[in-house]
């Protein structure tokens, strides 16, 4: 494994660093025997996260990220944060664990970056809800296989989905009520989708982690279970939850993508949106007296 470091910090460290990663991935590759890393072009380990961003032709993450996977030489290249990295390294048993967990989900992310896509939805529908399936597909499949190396003390996100879960309601509702007012179509669609999305992903996350580590809800947070027993979310948490064990069973393609889009499309009509095709087109019917418009 081809390991780079750049700036003071990281290269005062890197005999350590190196060993600490060759290490996990060791030990990462013999648990998880069917990884592929043959795309990974090389680490960096750089005092600068942003600048290396730069150079590599991608506008720099946000400032918190540890790494980041970027294209490289036909592959991918890892790039580390060295300052944060070597933070960690000195930290208590909690850090490593965390760092051992995030190094473990970058490589099940390198690794599906080499997997051909499934192909594109052949219909105006499935065109504008692929980049959700997608993200959904990815958030369950690499939490369900590194599951194993999930720190004791996360919370697997399950705040976060609470938090969405008592905001959305009224966050929809602001959405239609603005487009009664301005008539804007594209802007309750575009607003309304990127509310959905991150529902979505939140419970497909969330989903990936309970499969993997093969217990339900109740086992984890007998309190999220009630919550979302007695929340809307309810019906699509169990549809939702059931189509991405299915899918995940099946070759990806259209019959593991099809059942998510249909949860998103009932994700919409809890909040009294309907998306449906006609003439080429997508339209969205708010489902009150008014009159439906096309979304072009």
């Not at 290249?77 to 930290?91: R, Y």
């Not at 309190?223 to 699509?236: G, Y």
């Not at 009509?269 to 008014?290: C, I, K, M, N, Y």
């Amino acid at each position: 494994m081809h390991i780079e470091f750049d700036g003071p910090v990281s290269t005062a460290n890197s005999s350590t660093i190196r060993q600490v990663i060759e290490a996990l991935l060791t030990r990462i590759q013999a648990r998880d025997e069917d990884l592929d890393l043959t795309g990974l072009s090389r680490i960096l380990v750089t005092d600068d996260l942003a600048a290396a961003e730069r150079r590599f032709g991608v506008t720099p993450s946000d400032a918190s990220h540890l790494s980041r996977l970027v294209p490289d030489e036909g592959g991918l290249a890892l790039l580390f944060d060295g300052n944060k990295l070597w933070q960690t390294l000195s930290g208590d048993g909690g850090e490593i664990a965390r760092l051992i967990h995030h190094l473990h989900k970058e490589c099940w992310r390198l690794h599906d970056s080499q997997v051909p896509p499934s192909g594109d939805a052949d219909t105006p529908l499935g065109r504008a809800l692929a980049p959700i399936v997608a993200a959904m597909w990815q958030e369950y499949r690499i939490n369900r296989r590194a599951a194993w190396s999930v720190p004791a003390d996360s919370d697997l996100l399950l705040n976060h989905l609470a938090a969405l879960v008592r905001a959305l309601p009224e966050g929809m509702q602001e959405e239609i009520t603005l487009y009664f007012a301005d008539q804007d179509l594209d802007g309750l669609f575009a607003k309304s989708m990127g509310r959905i999305a991150h529902l979505m992903q939140a419970m497909a996350h969330v989903q990936g982690y309970l499969d993997g580590l093969e217990q339900p809800l109740k086992a984890i947070s007998a309190e999220m279970d009630e919550f979302i027993t007695n929340s809307f979310l309810f019906p699509l948490w169990l549809t939702t939850s059931q189509h991405l064990v299915a899918g995940h069973a099946i070759e990806a393609g259209e019959l593991a993508d099809a059942p998510l889009r249909r949860d998103i499309q009932a994700a919409f009509a809890t909040f009294g949106l309907q998306l449906r095709e006609e003439d080429g087109d997508v339209w969205v019917d708010v489902l009150t007296p008014s009159k439906p418009e096309v979304l072009h």
